[in-house]
């Protein structure tokens, strides 16, 4: 069983940075796909950036691109996501995610495993 623990999150004014981390537990294996997803208000959740197990795989949804950063740190157990030029509309509760494989990329929360609590992202105009 994989525990996912965010941290990182926080209110910040636009055009500012955060980062997040996620730092899964119990197994410590680096042998999974990670996600960040992000739920606004109202909102449905919606994929945000994944990385494959070695690192040398990203991406990005189109509205992050270029802002933020997914990477990986397997001698850490964490997974990071670097939110540069934040704007007011990336204001949600941000999960990591995680599936089993050394497969590819995965863009769809109903493929991932295991989630984390989320953490709190709010952005001030």
């Known amino acids: 069983q994989v525990q996912l623990v965010e941290s990182g999150g926080g209110l910040v004014q636009a055009g500012g940075s955060l980062r997040l981390s996620c730092a899964p537990s119990?197994?410590?294996?680096?042998?999974?796909?990670m996600g960040w997803f992000r739920q606004a208000p109202e909102k449905e959740r919606e994929f945000v950036a994944a990385?494959?197990?070695?690192?040398?795989?990203?991406d990005y949804t189109d509205s992050v691109k270029g802002r933020f950063t997914i990477s990986r740190d397997n001698a850490q157990n964490t997974v990071y996501l670097q939110m540069n030029s934040l704007k007011p509309e990336d204001t949600a509760v941000y999960y990591c995610a995680a599936r089993l494989g050394l497969g590819g990329l995965y863009y769809s929360s109903s493929l991932y495993s295991y989630w984390g609590q989320g953490t709190q992202v709010t952005v001030s105009s």
């Open positions: 119990g197994r410590t294996s680096s042998a999974y796909v």
């Open positions: 990385i494959n197990w070695s690192g040398g795989s990203t």
